[in-house]
């Protein structure tokens, strides 16, 4: 059934991408199209556009899976359903996670903004893509850095000239951190505020209650992650886990810690910012193989890895490197006891990695870049 489905949907965007060459294009119209519940570069740029471009000359749509019909701060929200049409008559169209399957026609811009410098495999070197789906639907797919141009070629099977270079949309929020969340959720100002943000990484089911448990790598239970919360206390920090927003522990309900938050993605929508506007405002960033880390590399902030599953996650999705920890300029946790011995030397502002970082930035972002990168892009189309 689910390649039938497959089937139907490339015949079908073969269909609209045909009648999208004859159909007159509106400079007027811009859609912003992205997947569920994601805060990404789509949204950061549609933001941008909403506050800086001039009020009423252009009509914005934002097309998400969760969206329904409805206006609010002169953006239009609509269905997915929709929003083709919509794509069928807008000279400008932006994705960043999905997008329609059709063609841009020879009158249209339609900018692939994608949602990461990779370390691990994207596009078409993820095996699961199936074979005859066609990824170049784009007028051109932005990068950070000219080392990645050749990967994204090769990721989108485009022509390198179709990999253009730009900071990401969302990295101009790294520069205009939001407290207002933390102030929501915390009682004052801690020594550190550390931020987690884990790969997407399934719960289990305990076998023996048949109740749904969370836990991170190194701390399986919720004995282990009181007996952090607890260190935390001890040492004025606090700690905040942001989940995927694919994880299936979004279903679930936290305990309350005193220095340990753990937002689902249903909570943290709630808030309504702009994902980085969040996390500019930590002092430290632990994640693995996610690509928020060469964004986290502007602010020169230090950063650590678990990396308890590195030989599955290669075997199974694999890297764009042969050796991912070369790209990885921070602390590289291995155990539980490593956790903590990382967490000391931050608290106590050692930082052995400055150099390390700077080496890694230079080589993921050869843009020049002054947290303008919404403003360069829309100035390249021509949307002024």
């Given at each position: 059934?689910?390649?039938?489905l ?9 269909i609209l991408s045909f009648?999208?060459k004859f159909?007159p294009?509106?400079d007027k ?6 997947n ?9 740029l549609l933001?941008w ?7 009423g000359?252009y009509?914005f749509y ?7 019909n ?8 609509i269905s997915?359903v ?6 069928l008559?807008?000279k400008?169209v ?5 997008t ?9 811009m339609?900018v692939q903004?994608?949602?990461g410098?990779?370390?691990k495999?994207?596009g078409?070197?993820?095996s ?13 797919v932005?990068?950070?850095?000219e080392k990645?141009l ?5 990721a ?16 101009d929020?790294l520069l ?6 933390l ?7 801690y020594?550190?505020?550390?931020l987690?943000?884990p790969?997407?990484r399934?719960?289990?089911l305990d076998?023996?209650?048949g109740a749904?448990?969370?836990s991170l790598?190194?701390?399986e239970?919720m004995?282990?992650?009181e007996d952090?919360?607890e ?8 700690l905040?886990?942001?989940?995927h927003p694919?994880?299936i ?14 937002f689902?993605?249903?909570e943290y929508?709630?808030?309504n910012i702009?994902?980085y506007?969040?996390v500019s405002c930590?002092?430290?960033l ?7 880390y060469?964004d986290?590399l ?6 650590a890895?678990?990396i308890?599953?590195?030989a599955?996650?290669?075997?199974q999705?694999?890297?764009i490197f042969e050796?991912?920890?070369?790209y ?5 946790i ?22 390390d970082r700077?080496?890694i ?15 360069q892009?829309?100035n390249?189309l021509?949307?002024k």
């Amino acid at each position: 059934m689910r390649n039938f489905l497959q089937i139907l949907l490339i015949i079908l965007s073969e269909i609209l991408s045909f009648f999208n060459k004859f159909i007159p294009k509106s400079d007027k119209k811009i859609l912003f199209f992205s997947n569920p519940s994601y805060n990404d570069n789509a949204r950061a740029l549609l933001q941008w556009s909403v506050e800086n471009l001039p009020q009423g000359k252009y009509s914005f749509y934002s097309c998400v899976k969760i969206s329904t019909n409805g206006e609010k701060n002169n953006i239009k929200f609509i269905s997915r359903v929709k929003g083709l049409f919509v794509f069928l008559r807008a000279k400008y169209v932006f994705y960043d996670i999905g997008t329609t399957r059709i063609r841009p026609s020879a009158k249209q811009m339609v900018v692939q903004l994608w949602h990461g410098t990779p370390l691990k495999m994207i596009g078409r070197s993820v095996s699961k893509i199936k074979k005859q789906e066609r990824l170049d639907d784009f007028s051109f797919v932005i990068t950070t850095s000219e080392k990645f141009l050749k990967v994204f070629a090769l990721a989108f099977e485009c022509d390198e000239k179709k990999v253009r270079l730009f900071e990401y949309p969302r990295n101009d929020y790294l520069l205009k951190p939001d407290f207002s969340i933390l102030q929501n959720y915390q009682n004052k100002v801690y020594k550190k505020n550390i931020l987690w943000m884990p790969t997407f990484r399934k719960s289990f089911l305990d076998k023996n209650t048949g109740a749904n448990t969370f836990s991170l790598p190194y701390f399986e239970d919720m004995k282990g992650i009181e007996d952090l919360n607890e260190y935390l206390r001890n040492n004025d920090s606090f700690l905040t886990v942001k989940l995927h927003p694919a994880d299936i522990s979004n279903s679930l309900s936290f305990p309350f810690f005193s220095n340990i938050k753990i937002f689902n993605i249903q909570e943290y929508n709630s808030y309504n910012i702009p994902n980085y506007s969040f996390v500019s405002c930590f002092d430290m960033l632990i994640t693995d193989y996610s690509s928020i880390y060469f964004d986290w590399l502007l602010l020169d902030r230090p950063m650590a890895f678990t990396i308890n599953d590195l030989a599955e996650y290669s075997s199974q999705r694999g890297f764009i490197f042969e050796n991912p920890l070369e790209y990885m300029p921070g602390e590289i946790i291995r155990s539980t006891d490593q956790f903590y011995e990382v967490l000391d030397r931050i608290i106590n502002n050692i930082d052995n990695f400055s150099v390390d970082r700077k080496r890694i930035r230079d080589y993921s972002h050869s843009v020049n870049w002054n947290g303008d990168a919404c403003e360069q892009i829309m100035n390249y189309l021509g949307i002024k």
